[in-house]
């Protein structure tokens, strides 16, 4: 569920990170470090380049702080991520719309790869009020992380009216951090982590993927709908390829059901993912997802992870050399079927609007053939997209495995993309998290064609993937 205003409390922090936070050790001996890794401080110039000549801050906001709007604020606030139906045209109305007042804030990463799937260059770049030019993120190369960042939870509020600066760390110990930087939430790419929790799960036996799950929720909740039966198997599919909210409950609450939740958070912290977590989810319905943090780094780490490349892939800030074993071969291949199938297309690649004046193409991706009509148009549970994609099909570049996610406040996508064959040569992740949701659009967004799925969001985001894959593209 989701709110305008989300408050974050110190009850949020997971305990569990306390051990392994702090100063990192230093780099581990060449030997354990994945091959052939560098600094890249050229990748990162190029992305913090790439994230300003976007202008992001060139976007009208439709529920801007002002006390005199705050019923207009609540309003159009709260209404849960759904993806199968489109929002009320009032949500989309833009009587009260003003220039937004700040910069916003942007966290965008990128782990470039080698044919093995290792980690060959990184670069991690930041934008805020407080670094409206952009700052790029120093990453240690043997752990694929960095100390150098103090983050905070977000607050819609705190945003609007504290100059973008958050007052609730995520991870204690980074009071001297020199770049302070309020976490965008990360909306439906949490669902990453749910996933992983449930694959972990499977791994070790405590999950069969295979049993129907019978969810019966004892509190009621918007987001997460009635009671249902289903397969885990089909409900861990339907919430990767369709976000489907309902799925997603279920498996949140399975996991309550397992008393799991605290242990798949402490499993972040020991594979070096601190900043990835979900506290404070609802056990009685598997909903209230607010309590869910998540930086680009961490993120892409996890997709590395669950990309699987050869040898040791990272090492712990606590000495632990991280594989594609921490996750079984099955469960990768599963996990990475769904990303392949994402039926959503419409954030950093934009190939459901294929052809569209607006948005611009994005990533130049291949859409999955699941949900591709015999008329070339896209079909997404309740979801229709009106355009034929066979022509930025035939002009496809890549593959792109991926996550989107998007509510009122946020806009975010996290993914694989891999070359076709006989195009040019590109191999990695890419993950963006931005405040940049529903709420914000672009001064030129055209009205959208009558019964078809809206574009929620600012192009900004296909301009910058497209940009992304450009600098990839010529490494």
Known sequence: MVTKNRMWGAALAVTASAALVGALVPPATASAQPPGLAESPSLAESLRAAVVAQDFKDVIDLTPPDPALAGLRAARSGAPEKYDSAPPAARLAAAAARPIHQQPNVDLAVIELDDQGRPTAVGDVLMSPQHPNGVTVPVRKSSLSTDQVRYRWWDDTEWDVNGGQGTVDVLPGRESAPIDFSSPYPASVLKLMVGFGVLRLADEGRIDLDAVYDYQPTVPNATCGGAFSA????????????????STCALIKLLHDLGAWDEVNAE??????????????????????????????????????????????????AGKAITRAELSETSRALFLKALAEQGHNEMLSTTNW?????????????????WVEADGTVTVGGAVYDRDVRPCDAAAEVGFSHKTGWVDTTGSDAGIVKSLPGKDKRNYIVVIFSNLGTDYVDANRPADPPGVFPVLYTQKYAKLGKAVDAIMAAR
């Open 231 to 246: 397969v885990i198997r089909s409900n861990f599919d339907q919430m990767i390829t369709k976000s489907q909210n309902e």
């Open 268 to 317: 972040f912290v020991e594979l070096g993912l601190p900043t990835l977590m979900v506290t404070g989810t609802n056990p009685a319905n598997g909903g209230r997802w607010i309590g869910s943090n998540m930086s680009s780094l961490d993120t892409a780490k996890l997709l590395l992870l669950i990309n699987g490349g050869q040898g040791a892939l990272w090492t712990t800030p």
């Open 354 to 370: 294929c052809g569209r004046a607006y948005p611009v193409q994005g990533i130049p991706q291949l859409t999955p053939q699941r």
